[in-house]
């Protein structure tokens, strides 16, 4: 992480100016993402693909690239979040939404190089038990995605399945061997 201060109240975090990597707010220290290199791009792009392309047809819900979500005393920046639409505040414009004070349905977390897995998980567990349906989280070195359920053990899955994610949207999956195979040399 290229920074990291502590003593920051969540309202003092939030005024911060935009960087990039984001930075990010848990129990008052803030830190920022690790930038991303390509094979975690190409991983996030197949997500996003994979996804919207299916939650396209039916507009029930949208899938988002490092969108900023602000609840429970924290502020993080999922890689790739989903929010069904319903769930999505409105502003006084017709069709904006601004900010985002509720948990998405969907987080996904990408490790990239020097991320610790441990780390990650933590931020997993804790996306699960303050409201998000499902954490996603996307590991290259060992080709497999894990996905944390409220009250559920940790289901990992390797290269040849698939993450079925029903409780976002009825059908709604994500292939692990597309978000893998994006990356395969032909």
């Avoid at 993402?33 to 994979?50: C, D, F, N, T």
């Avoid at 392309?53 to 949208?62: D, G, V, Y």
């Avoid at 359920?149 to 940790?154: G, N, W």
Wanted: with cysteine; charged share 30%; proline share 6%.
């Amino acid at each position: 992480m290229a920074i990291a201060r502590e003593g920051l109240t969540l309202e003092e975090f939030l005024a911060l100016r935009a960087e990039k990597p984001a930075l990010e707010y848990a129990d008052g220290m803030v830190t920022q993402k690790v930038a991303p290199l390509y094979e975690h791009s190409v991983q996030r792009g197949e997500i996003m693909l994979a996804l919207a392309q299916q939650l396209r047809a039916p507009n029930l819900a949208e899938a988002l690239p490092e969108l900023r979500s602000t609840y429970d005393g924290r502020s993080y920046v999922p890689d790739v979040c989903v929010y069904r639409r319903e769930r999505l505040p409105r502003s006084a414009r017709p069709g904006r939404v601004g900010e985002v004070f509720v948990a998405p349905d969907l987080a996904v977390e990408i490790r990239s190089p020097g991320q610790r897995l441990s780390v990650l998980v933590r931020k997993c567990e804790w996306y699960v038990e303050h409201g998000v349906q499902v954490a996603l989280l996307v590991d290259d070195r060992d080709e497999t995605v894990r996905a944390f359920r409220p009250h559920h053990p940790v289901d990992v899955r390797g290269r040849d399945a698939r993450v079925a994610l029903d409780e976002i949207v009825p059908g709604l999956h994500l292939d692990v061997a597309a978000v893998f195979g994006a990356l395969d040399a032909e």
